[in-house]
C-alpha cells in the first residue's frame, strides 16, 4: 500500500494513529497493494486533481453537515486511490477525534474492497445503460444508497459507531431540506428548475444519509435514532414512514465484509430504486420522462 501526504506538515501528524488506520484498510481489501492512501491538507484540490469526473468538487455537505473528509476514487482494474483529510490525524487531538479518524479510514477501506470485489453499485445506471432517464437517476441514487448502507452496517456490526455529533445534525439537514423544498414551490413561474434541484441535490444526498444512519439503526437493533428527531415534524413530512420501509429492504442487503454477487445487488439496487418516487410523493414530487429529458414536478403543496 503506498502513503501520500500533501500540503501538510509531517512534523504535525500522529504517525501512530496513520499507522493504525492505514492497518486497518489493509485487514479490508483483497488487494492493499492496489491501494494508495492519500492524507491531504487540501481534501478539494486532492480530489480534483485526480478526477477528471469532478473538476470542480466541492467538500461542503447536504444541510450544513459540514464537509466531506474522505473519499475512495475507483482506478483502473482493481487499483483505488483513498483521500483523507491530514486533519484528522493531527498530534493532540482528542480521543474522539482520534477514534473517528482512524473510523474514517476504516470507511473508506470498505468502499475501496466493494471496488475491488466488483460489487460497486453507484455506476449501474451506466453498466446497464439506463441513460439520463427517470429510472436511470432513480437507479443511480440507489446505488450510492445501497453502497453507503453496506459499508456503515460492517462498521456498526463491530459496534464501532460513528460520533454522536453526526446525529445531532440530523435534525438541522432535515429542516433544511424542508425548508429549500417549500421555497423550490415558490415562485411557481421558476418551479420547474427549483423542484429539480430539490431532487437531484438534496433529496438525493438525503437518500444517502439515511441509508448511512440504516447502518447503524439494524446494527443496534432499532435503537439509534433519537425519538426527538423521529417525532419531529421535519422527519414525518420528509421521511415519515418511507424509513420503515427502507429499513426493512436495506436490512436485506449484505453489509460490505461479505462478499456478494453483483447481479444480486442490482436487484436490491432495482428494488430500491422502485420505492424512491413513492417516497417523492409524501413531499408532493413526482419524476417522469419526457420528449425533453427528465421532468420533475410538484403538486403545489406546502410540505
Known amino acids: 500500500m503506498e502513503l501520500v501526504f500533501e500540503n501538510v506538515n509531517m512534523e504535525a501528524l500522529d504517525l501512530d494513529?496513520?499507522?493504525?488506520?492505514?492497518?486497518?484498510?489493509?485487514?479490508?481489501?483483497?488487494r492493499p497493494d492496489d491501494v494508495t492512501v492519500?492524507?491531504?491538507?487540501?481534501f478539494e484540490q486532492s480530489i480534483r486533481s485526480r478526477s477528471i469526473e469532478q473538476p470542480e468538487y466541492t467538500a461542503d455537505r447536504l444541510g450544513g453537515m459540514g464537509f466531506a473528509s474522505a473519499m475512495t476514487l475507483a482506478g483502473e482494474g482493481p487499483e483505488c486511490t483513498i483521500v483523507a483529510s491530514?486533519?484528522?490525524?493531527?498530534?493532540?487531538?482528542?480521543?474522539?477525534?482520534?477514534?473517528?479518524?482512524?473510523?474514517?479510514?476504516?470507511?473508506?477501506?470498505?468502499?475501496?474492497?466493494?471496488?475491488?470485489?466488483?460489487?460497486?453499485?453507484?455506476?449501474v445506471r451506466l453498466r446497464r445503460g439506463l441513460g439520463d432517464t427517470a429510472i436511470g437517476f432513480l437507479h443511480a441514487t440507489a446505488g450510492v444508497a445501497i453502497g453507503e448502507y453496506r459499508?456503515?452496517?460492517?462498521?456498526?456490526?463491530?459496534?464501532?459507531?460513528?460520533?454522536?455529533?453526526?446525529l445531532t445534525v440530523l435534525s438541522?439537514?432535515?429542516?433544511?431540506?424542508?425548508?429549500?423544498?417549500r421555497a423550490a414551490i415558490v415562485p411557481a413561474p421558476d418551479l420547474p428548475d427549483?423542484?429539480?434541484?430539490?431532487?437531484t441535490q438534496d433529496l438525493h444526498q438525503l437518500l444517502t444519509h439515511l441509508s448511512y444512519l440504516a447502518g447503524q439503526e439494524l446494527a443496534s437493533g432499532r435503537t439509534r435514532l433519537p425519538t426527538s428527531i423521529s417525532q419531529s415534524d421535519d422527519?414525518?413530512?420528509?421521511?415519515?414512514?418511507?424509513?420503515?420501509?427502507?429499513?426493512?429492504?436495506?436490512?436485506?442487503?449484505?453489509?460490505?465484509?461479505?462478499?456478494?454477487?453483483?447481479s444480486r445487488l442490482d436487484?436490491?439496487?432495482?428494488?430500491?430504486?422502485?420505492?424512491?418516487?413513492?417516497?417523492?410523493?409524501?413531499?408532493?414530487?413526482?419524476?417522469?420522462?419526457?420528449?425533453?429529458?427528465?421532468?420533475?414536478?410538484?403538486?403545489?403543496?406546502?410540505?
Open 172 to 181: 438541522s439537514v432535515l429542516e433544511g431540506v424542508r425548508s429549500r423544498l
Open 17 to 30: 494513529r496513520i499507522s493504525r488506520g492505514v492497518a486497518r484498510v489493509a485487514q479490508q481489501v483483497p
Open 38 to 42: 492519500v492524507f491531504t491538507g487540501d
Open 86 to 123: 491530514a486533519a484528522f490525524f493531527v498530534v493532540g487531538e482528542e480521543i474522539e477525534q482520534d477514534l473517528d479518524g482512524v473510523r474514517l479510514l476504516g470507511h473508506e477501506g470498505w468502499h475501496a474492497a466493494i471496488h475491488q470485489r466488483g460489487e460497486e453499485t453507484g455506476d
Open 194 to 199: 427549483k423542484v429539480w434541484t430539490v431532487v
Open 235 to 262: 422527519w414525518n413530512v420528509v421521511v415519515g414512514d418511507y424509513w420503515g420501509r427502507l429499513l426493512d429492504l436495506l436490512d436485506t442487503i449484505a453489509p460490505a465484509d461479505v462478499p456478494t454477487g453483483l
Open 267 to 303: 436487484a436490491l439496487t432495482a428494488s430500491l430504486a422502485e420505492t424512491v418516487p413513492t417516497w417523492l410523493a409524501r413531499s408532493g414530487l413526482a419524476i417522469a420522462d419526457t420528449e425533453s429529458g427528465i421532468y420533475v414536478s410538484h403538486s403545489g403543496l406546502e410540505p
Open 151 to 166: 459499508v456503515e452496517r460492517s462498521l456498526c456490526n463491530e459496534h464501532w459507531w460513528p460520533l454522536d455529533t453526526y
